[in-house]
Nanobody, 120 residues
Framework: QVQLVESGGGLVQPGGSLRLSCAAS????????MAWYRQAPGKQRELVAR???????NYATSVKGRFTISRDNAKHTVNLQMNSLKPEDTAVYYC??????????????WGQGTLVTVSS
């Protein structure tokens, strides 16, 4: 069993910053890619940022230059620093990890989601 636990969401004014964190725990051997997705009301879930185990990174066009993803492989954590937030960034943000377990199976793990609201 593998769990992803997110933290750091909340209410922030436009132009403000938030930092999301996600920690993986449980019967995992290693983690390949880690990512943040988001889902706004009435919209499909979309990829925000993704980082591989060798730190190759890609961002959604809408967040490039404002968001920064980072990870700590030893601690099995991934962070998302969000700056210059806009109302359209309002969404539930989900942590995702491609986990390799101690029994050598691989699967997608998801966190429970954390709400980010950007509003004045």
């Amino acid at each position: 069993q593998v769990q992803l636990v997110e933290s750091g969401g909340g209410l922030v004014q436009p132009g403000g910053s938030l930092r999301l964190s996600c920690a993986a725990s449980g019967s995992l051997f290693s983690i390949n890619a880690m990512a943040w997705y988001r889902q706004a009301p009435g919209k499909q879930r979309e990829l925000v940022a993704r980082i591989t185990s060798d730190s190759s990174i890609n961002y959604a066009t809408s967040v490039k230059g404002r968001f920064t993803i980072s990870r700590d492989n030893a601690k099995h954590t991934v962070n998302l620093q969000m700056n210059s937030l806009k109302p359209e960034d309002t969404a539930v943000y989900y942590c995702n990890a491609v986990v390799v377990t101690t029994t050598s199976t691989s699967f997608d793990a998801w966190g429970q989601g954390t709400l980010v609201t950007v509003s004045s």
